[in-house]
Every structure is written in C-alpha cells, then in structure tokens.
C-alpha cells in the first residue's frame, strides 16, 4: 500500500493494484494548496479506477475536473449524492455519513477503504463524527486534517482509534500559517512516528 500527495488534503492511494484518488485535486485557496498542473496532467492521461470526493468545497475538489473524470467513464466516481460504495478487484471503498468540521450544513462524506489493509479517508469531517464509523473495523492507516492533531485532547482520541499509521492533511503553507496550527500539531504529535506529514506529490510506502 502507498499513497502520494495530490493535494491540499487529499491523496493517490494505491492498494492491491487499485489506484484511488481521495480528493485528489483541488484549487489552490491560500494558504492551502492546490494540485499543480503536473499531477492534474498525470491523472488526466492515466485515470483512477476510483474518484472519491467527501464534498465540493475549492480546496477539496476542483468540481470541473471531477465532472471531467465522471464523464469520461474511465473510473468510479463517488461523491455526496453521487454513489454510495465501488469495488474494484479486492478492493470496496464505501462512504459514510459525516458531519464537516465548519459551520453550516455542508453534504460529506468520509471513506472506508477495505483491502488487504483497512483505510479511513476523513476528509473534512469533525472528529465529533468518530461515532458514525462504530460498525466498522480499526484501521491500519488514517488521512484526517490537522483537527485530529491539533491539541492534547485530539490527539489522544486520533491515537485511541488503534491505527497503525496516522496521515495529518489540511495543513497550511507555513508563509500563511497566521493562527500557528503547523506548531500546534507538530508540538502535539512530536516524538511519535506513527504521524506522518507527506509534501506534495511525496510517497509513503506503507508495507
């Protein structure tokens, strides 16, 4: 298993010879980034088997290139309102109902990816959502934004869901980080390996 950042939170991941792209690209909305031209390009000639979206907000989704994947009929396309679970080969991701971190009432959706290794993709769901994934089995890898990290307390429940490997997303472009939340989850999480922070378009081998 390994996945590649793509994105401001979102990922490549590639399990059991299935590629699926976990809001994979987006638009840049200082002081996150977007998805460079040369990432866009790559999936562009050479598609996922499967395109997840957990919402449409710009920095999670750039909606046209999704809408461009979906009408090509390349892959699977999956977002809020737009399918519910894909399985290609042994591998069936499934969405669950969350509630997102902001204000407002916005459609998301957070990933169950079950393979040969099991997989959360949170997108931008607020950790008060953990409820909603009761039914299903401990993960051996989370992707989850910064909130899962950013303090003592959501650290500790990040580390109490018993994954093997934590994946920490939505971070901003140190330059614009104006409330300091790199040094809040670098201080919460220091010291513990199992906490990792991908550059972008930067692989993680997880075997």
Not at 188 to 201: E, K, L, S, V
Request: hydrophobic fraction near 35%; charge should be negative; include cysteine.
């Amino acid at each position: 298993m390994k996945i590649t950042r793509s994105a401001n939170s979102g990922v490549l991941l590639v399990l059991d010879g299935v590629k699926i792209l976990l809001d994979g690209v987006c638009n840049e909305l200082p002081p996150y980034l977007g998805t460079p031209e040369n990432i866009r390009r790559e999936f562009s000639q050479d598609p996922p088997d499967i395109f997840a979206v957990t919402h449409f907000h710009p920095d999670h989704c750039d909606e046209d290139f999704f809408q461009g994947y979906s009408r090509a009929g390349n892959g699977i396309a999956l977002a809020p309102g737009i399918g519910r679970t894909a399985t290609v080969g042994q591998v069936t991701v499934t969405a669950v109902d969350t509630r997102h971190i902001g204000k407002g009432n916005v459609p998301h959706v957070s990933y169950v990816i079950n393979g040969s290794r099991r997989v959360w993709f949170m997108g931008d769901a607020s950790p008060l959502s953990l409820g909603s994934f009761g039914d299903y089995l401990s993960p051996h890898l989370i992707i989850a934004p910064y909130a899962y990290a950013n303090t003592p307390l959501s650290y500790k429940n990040t580390k109490g869901l018993g994954a093997d490997n934590v994946i920490i997303m939505h971070l901003p472009n140190p330059e614009g980080d104006e409330y300091g939340i790199l040094d809040s989850v670098l201080g919460c999480t220091a010291g513990d390996t199992a906490f990792r922070f991908p550059q972008m378009n930067e692989t993680l081998n997880f075997d």
